[in-house]
């Protein structure tokens, strides 16, 4: 069971662009919803992350909006920038227990020039 | 950059070896993890620790151990590597007072 959805599987922008990635996650006791940025042969790193209080948050080119009536997520990147190529994981965090994160299955960005 | 590593990046062996792959952090974090990650693929928790001598089993089943005598490390196990274990092993920790997992640098584990 995929608790949290993310679409799309891979993105092409072109530089310059917005790249837009979607989440969606059913699990209402999740409460902070980070994106990590992971290169080829390196870890996943924080990106920017978001609490349900609050509907948007932006940190430089990167932009969380978030619906919790919804219960969807969007990371959008501004100004897209060839350097920005990775693949990005939205993920979710419950609330209790272990704060193990949740991930969605990753969305390949390409930015072409 | 989080001070968290992971030995070795690479690991090939053959079927039936005993692994162990490292992971340590000096931030003092007392939450630790596991997570293993198929190429572009989503990462799916195996194990964590509260702490020392803390340790659980995460969502995925896995056949790997880990164990956490000190803060600092929490190693992974395998007793008798098979195919179906070639993957990327990454470790990962946090803090009490904060939201933030850092990840390591991940192991490559190829078993022939």
């Known amino acids: 069971q995929q608790q949290v959805k993310q679409s799309p599987q891979s993105l092409i922008v072109q530089k310059g662009g917005i790249s837009i990635i979607n989440c969606a996650y059913e699990?209402?006791?999740?409460?902070?919803f980070p994106w990590y940025q992971q290169f080829p042969g390196k870890g996943p790193a924080l990106l920017i992350a978001i609490r349900p209080d609050v509907s948007e948050k932006k940190e430089g080119r990167f932009t969380i909006s978030f619906n919790k009536s919804a219960k969807q997520f969007s990371l959008h990147i501004m100004d897209s920038q060839p350097g920005d190529s990775a693949t990005y994981f939205c993920a979710a965090r419950s609330n209790f227990g272990n704060e193990k994160l949740t991930f969605g299955t990753g969305t390949r960005l390409t930015i072409i020039p | 950059e989080a001070d968290i590593y992971q030995t070795p990046r690479y690991l090939v062996i053959g079927t039936g070896k005993k692994i162990t792959l490292e992971c340590s952090q000096t931030m003092g974090h007392d939450k630790m993890y596991w997570y293993q990650q198929d190429p572009g693929m989503e990462l799916h928790l195996i194990h964590y620790?509260?702490?020392?001598?803390?340790?659980e089993k995460g969502d995925l089943s896995s056949e790997s151990t880990v164990s956490r005598i000190r803060t600092e490390h929490f190693p992974l196990t395998l007793e008798s590597a098979r195919p179906s274990h070639t993957s990327q092993y990454l470790c990962?920790?946090?803090?009490?007072?904060?939201?933030?997992?850092?990840f390591g640098p991940g192991t490559r584990l190829t078993v022939l």
């Open positions: 699990n209402t006791a999740f409460d902070y």
């Open positions: 990962a920790s946090k803090s009490n007072e904060y939201n933030e997992q850092f």
């Open positions: 620790s509260y702490g020392v001598n803390s340790t």
